[in-house]
């Protein structure tokens, strides 16, 4: 879900509320606080039912870059122990998983096999 949040009948940071974890969409032009995180229209949002993550919007690149480069290497390490290898030493990655992913990269992310 990308946009700003639902708040029951007027919007405004004194009617900020969390109605349920099946928030809703509305677009308005105020500045909203919900449960102490300031988010503006330009922010970038995403959430499930899990929570909520606001993306101020000159951070957004950046992160859309580390981001992307975190799961090609989850990515990596799921391939590994879906080969076989045990998850301890692989997961959370070591020196030497983050050394072997490079190498995996810079080899064409051929077989994950050793």
């Known amino acids: 879900m ?3 949040y639902a708040y ?9 509320k969390n109605s349920s974890s099946d928030i809703s969409v509305q677009h308005h032009r ?9 988010a ?3 922010d970038s949002g995403v959430g499930d039912h899990d929570g909520v993550t606001v993306v101020p919007a000159h951070l957004a690149d950046e992160l859309a ?3 992307e480069k ?3 290497i ?9 080969a076989g290898e045990p998850l301890w030493g692989v997961y959370p990655p070591s020196a030497q998983a983050y050394a072997d992913y490079e190498a995996w990269v810079r080899g ?3 077989n994950v096999l050793r």
Request: hydrophobic share 30%; charged share 30%.
């Open 65 to 67: 870059d580390i981001c």
């Open 8 to 16: 029951g009948g007027r919007f405004g940071r004194s009617e900020c």
């Open 108 to 110: 064409g992310r051929g």
């Open 74 to 82: 989850e990515t990596y390490l799921a391939l590994r122990i879906a």
């Open 2 to 4: 990308l946009g700003n």
């Open 40 to 42: 503006v229209p330009t």
């Open 30 to 38: 105020c500045e909203d606080v919900v449960r102490g995180i300031r």
């Open 70 to 72: 975190q799961d090609d």
